[in-house]
């Protein structure tokens, strides 16, 4: 590695700058967003169940790894530097999983810049992801591939990876993870930087020789819709506007909306919008345990009239009914099981 440019040489070090690692198992969708200092993030629950999951993260030489999985499915979306550019891939399944509305096949980079996130994952995968500064890397790219910039790297893609190079690369993040997390390693800063360096080599290996970069302008049509629908349902605090009420407010038709949210979402409307409602409810009940808040003034302020079978579907998404999540509770980095080290 001594000859090859490195991150560390090519970023000055700043004071502020993420260190250590850890790992973290999840009870709630939202401890995803409390572990990941930095990350202005959103996370929805959007199967049925109680949410269990694991987050594993190593930071150094700036590069950040991590490894995340759930059993439900769940949208991400935020943001958190225009500094940072992210490499992803998904290990298992990828059926309905969504990058910024593309659609993910099985052994794809997801590629973007790391200023906004929007990714659809599926219940049971793997997200395994590398965030690196766009400084060091625009640094790296000349002397890497004897051209400038690739103006690409500035957007959000999904590109296949190069043939027979996902399962490697899979396994030698996880190897990198897995030195840089277990307390026995305790890898010197110079060493956990060497191996950021390394999986970011692998990581830009597996980047196929061209890329298109294209964006359909019915794909930004169609998140233009999608979000407008939303803001019109969450906004409407004391109400539940029907569908055919929201695609009035939209001007778009129940079909070209169902077509949109499937497309980008890979959900319906009805299913999208219930539980972004619901969960809308669970974060404010969390937030409002003991504080003397109660199930009915929460619910009420969110739309929901019929206590019977507002708990009934609160409890069929996240597993308990609305009085549990209310009750006494642990803080999420209490809860989580967590081993952190540097």
Known sequence: MDSEPTLAAAVPGGRDEPRGAGSAELDDVEQLAQLRPGWRLDVLQLSPGRYRGQLRWAWAARAGLFEEVGNCSVRQRGERDAGLVAFAM????????????????????????????????????????LLVPA????????????KPWSRWLDGQVVVPARPGMAA?????????????????????????????????????????????ADEPAALCAQRRLVEKACTEVLDAADETPSLQEVCRRV????????HCFQALLGVSPLHYLRAARLGAVRRELRRAAGS???????????????????????????????TATLGPRLSGARRARRSCSG
Do not use: N
């Open 90 to 129: 998904l290990c298992g399944p990828t059926a309905g999983a969504r990058f910024h509305g593309h659609p993910v096949p099985p052994e794809s980079l997801l590629i973007g810049r790391g200023d906004t996130l929007d990714l659809c994952l599926p219940a049971g995968a793997s997200l395994l992801s």
């Open 135 to 146: 400084q060091g890397l625009r640094a790296l790219w000349p002397g890497l591939y004897g």
């Open 168 to 212: 490697a690369l899979a396994h030698r993040h996880r190897q990198a993870l897995d030195a840089m997390t277990l307390p026995a390693t305790a890898l010197s800063a110079q060493a956990a930087a060497g191996l950021a360096d390394a999986v970011l080599l692998e990581w830009l290996q597996a980047i196929p020789p061209t890329v298109r």
């Open 251 to 258: 001007g778009a038709s129940p079909r070209r909306l169902q």
């Open 292 to 322: 003397g808040g109660t199930v009915q003034e929460i619910a009420h302020g969110h739309g929901f009239w019929h206590m019977g079978a507002f708990s009934a579907e609160y409890k069929r998404l996240f597993g308990e009914l609305p």
